[in-house]
């Protein structure tokens, strides 16, 4: 063996060990997927846009012109962390997510408004903005993070990508395959996932959650639209957040209020069809960006969209 075939073996075992290490080889590599190291090529560019974050614990974070997302990955702690979908409020129609993660890598803080907008909103153990759980006896089971992923599609009109999630419940071994798109000019992604029970595509008790932040949000809802929605307001700004269904796959909606910190929801209960199958739309609305700017507008505008 030579000393360059050495060097050469060496190095492909240390960027396993690195992948273990760092995501557990979270990622499904596409040709569309960005570098681990964003080199900032989103700068002031209109996209709908999403990528792994290895640099922030492996989240997964997604944005268009209007609105951005994130969801914890695989390095993120067990306490304090869960599948739900956190908002990253934004009041320009350009990339941000590059930047801000870049920003934080800096020492600059995307809790803090430096202009473009910035993430106030808690997640934490709970739903967030519309994630799913199953439900039973009273009770939501949830994932904690994201598995793997896969992008589909990102940088131009239409970002796209596959989530997985698979956790224990009192029924068995739940696996959702979360595939989430968010095209340019809207406030909502879609969610078109695939469940399966020990392996098998299954009809299951799903529960869609929309947080109020330990009640410090008002709730609304309208089971002729299949509506949940929520609306507070955050440093001087109101937040509008909430989930859709095709109404007729509603079973029911309620407001549930909890002592233990995350755990108040408004929840649409659901459930997929005989080959593990359930769609719906998610999102947000800020204020602070000027275009939907109260609690009406915000409702009325759910309501408009089809599911």
């Known amino acids: 063996m030579t000393k360059n075939h050495s060097i050469s073996i060496k190095s492909t075992l240390v960027l396993l060990a690195s992948c273990l290490f760092f995501t557990g080889c979270v990622g499904t590599k596409t040709k569309n997927e960005p570098a681990a190291k964003a080199e900032l090529a989103s700068a002031n560019k209109v996209m709908a846009y999403g990528r792994f974050v290895p640099e922030r614990r492996d989240d997964f974070a997604w944005e268009n012109d209007k609105v951005a997302f994130r969801v914890y990955g695989p390095a993120a702690p067990l306490k304090g962390h869960s599948s739900g979908v956190d908002a990253w409020l934004k009041r320009v129609d350009y990339s941000i997510i590059d930047k801000w993660y870049q920003g934080h890598v800096n020492g600059i803080s995307y809790h803090v408004d430096h202009g473009e907008g910035y993430d106030p909103y808690h997640t934490g153990i709970s739903r967030g903005v519309g994630a799913t759980a199953i439900w039973l006896d009273g009770k939501a089971y949830a994932a904690h993070s994201y598995k793997s992923y896969k992008i589909h599609e990102s940088g131009a009109n239409l970002v796209s990508f596959t989530l997985e999630y698979e956790w224990y419940t009192p029924l068995g071994i ?19 996932s695939v469940f399966t029970l020990d392996g098998k595509p299954s009809s299951l008790p799903i ?13 609304f809802f309208n089971k002729e639209t299949g509506r949940i929605s929520a609306w507070e307001v955050i440093d001087d700004f109101g937040i509008g957040t909430g989930a859709i269904v095709d109404p007729e796959l509603v079973t029911d909606i309620k407001h549930i209020p909890s002592d233990v910190k995350d755990e108040s929801h408004i929840w649409m209960f659901t459930s997929s069809d005989k080959f593990g199958k359930l769609s719906y739309k998610a999102g947000f609305a800020w204020e602070g960006a000027g275009e939907i700017t109260t609690n009406q507008q915000w409702q009325t505008y759910l309501d408009k969209v089809h599911p």
């Open 174 to 192: 739940v696996k959702e395959m979360k595939t989430i798109s968010l095209p340019l000019g809207t406030h909502l992604f879609k969610v078109d």
């Open 207 to 219: 529960a869609i959650g929309v947080a109020t932040h330990d009640e410090k949000a008002d709730v």
